[in-house]
């Protein structure tokens, strides 16, 4: 079955640095990455998710990128801030349309931190 | 209006009791999952149904038993708790994957059991 691999599993950066969280997976029919933040005590939120026909997603501040050959996707965060301190998952899935998403295999998740 | 709600938000028992956790969503959605949160915050699927139907069951002792009465509800319940069993648990619900929908997972609050 699918495996992620997600590093760091906790990264401090300074208000205004950028942050790159890394995941790798196993399967290659895998055709769907999201990422999700956890805020602390709440529910993971999807942020932003990718397709395997994509190489590169971005949305304001956060990005994407998906190296299929390599089976590792990342996601970038530009000029942090303490808001966006939170634990991110990534995780990869097959799914295919008109079905449904099959099973979301999460990576273990990176503690972000935000200093001000 | 809440999409995904799950009860109770806490609930803290005896090891070897029975109890259940009750999930909704008003999304109109097919599938609806159950996932595990550990204390290491590792997100672990449990169970999967689509349209009633059991369709992800993935390696869980057999005391936890899901029960999907239509679309729309799926519950929880687990037999003879054991100490191991303290996570939290989210609920969560997705759309059928088109071009449109990107198959993402709303997830409900959280139910924290504690098992004493």
């Known amino acids: 079955g699918e495996n992620v691999e997600q590093h760091p599993s906790t990264l401090s950066v300074q208000e205004g640095d950028s942050a790159v969280i890394k995941c790798t997976y196993s399967?290659?029919?895998?055709?769907?990455f999201p990422w999700y933040k956890q805020e602390l005590g709440k529910r993971p939120q999807l942020i932003i998710d990718?397709?395997?026909?994509?190489g590169e997603k971005k949305d304001q501040r956060i990005a994407v990128t998906l190296n299929k050959t390599a089976k590792h996707f990342s996601l970038h965060i530009t000029e942090t801030q303490p808001e966006d301190s939170a634990v991110y998952f990534c995780?990869?899935?097959?799914?295919?349309?008109?079905?449904?998403?099959?099973?979301?295999?999460f990576g273990k998740g990176t503690k972000l931190s935000v200093k001000p | 209006d809440t999409a995904v709600s799950q009860t109770p938000k806490y609930l803290v028992t005896q090891m070897g009791n029975d109890k259940s956790i009750k999930c909704e969503q008003n999304?109109?959605?097919?599938?609806m999952y159950w996932y595990k949160q550990d204390s290491k915050k590792f997100l672990k699927i449990m169970f999967s149904?689509?349209?009633?139907?059991?369709?992800i069951n993935e390696t869980v002792p057999n005391r936890f038993s899901p029960k999907s009465p239509d679309k729309a509800h799926l519950n929880l319940h687990i037999n003879s708790l054991e100490l191991g069993d303290s996570a939290v648990y989210f609920c969560?619900?997705?759309?059928?994957?088109?071009?449109?929908?990107?198959?993402?997972?709303?997830f409900g609050e959280g139910s924290r059991l504690t098992v004493l």
């Open positions: 969560a619900s997705s759309p059928r994957l088109s071009g449109s929908s990107t198959g993402e997972l709303f």
């Open positions: 399967d290659s029919a895998s055709n769907y």
């Open positions: 990718i397709r395997s026909n994509v």
């Open positions: 995780a990869a899935s097959i799914g295919w349309d008109g079905g449904s998403q099959g099973n979301l295999i």
């Open positions: 999304l109109g959605h097919d599938t």
């Open positions: 149904y689509n349209n009633k139907e059991l369709i």
